[in-house]
């Protein structure tokens, strides 16, 4: 997630930290016009990390998610998520289609290694929640 220098940084820091838990690596640069811009990352690696994260999502945005799976998951077998930063400061998260907003890079397990049986997986995943 991008904090931008017009953001309140510990704002975007809790936010970062409640949606996907601890340990988020931070990292300085600059942006296009030369401003300081904070990168939050989190690399996760187990379930049931990605169970607690997913976990917290309503409806609406499972829903969306899975009726959208077959663009979200690309032939590599990565799902691609964007929830909208500003309505999580709120404590919803919700599917993005802007550029404000923390992403999500997921890896999806699957053997052998397919789209469909990513996208199989993934819906699977988001039925047991």
Do not use: W
């Not at 401003?35 to 309503?58: A, C, H, P, Y």
């Amino acid at each position: 997630m991008f904090c931008y220098a017009t953001e309140n940084e510990d704002l975007i820091r809790s936010v970062m930290t409640e949606a996907v838990g601890d340990e988020v690596v931070e990292d300085v640069s600059e942006s296009e016009h030369g401003n300081r811009l904070l990168i939050l990352s989190k690399e996760m690696t187990k379930q049931k990390d990605f169970v607690r994260v997913f976990g917290k999502l309503g409806p609406d945005a499972i829903s969306e998610i899975k009726g959208g799976i077959e663009n979200k998951v690309d032939d590599d077998c990565v799902l691609y998520l964007r929830f909208d930063k500003q309505r999580l400061v709120g404590g919803e998260y919700a599917i993005a289609h802007h550029g404000d907003v923390l992403s999500m890079t997921c890896k999806i397990a699957s053997h052998p290694a397919r789209k469909e049986i990513a996208v199989r997986n993934v819906s699977e995943f988001l039925s047991s929640l």
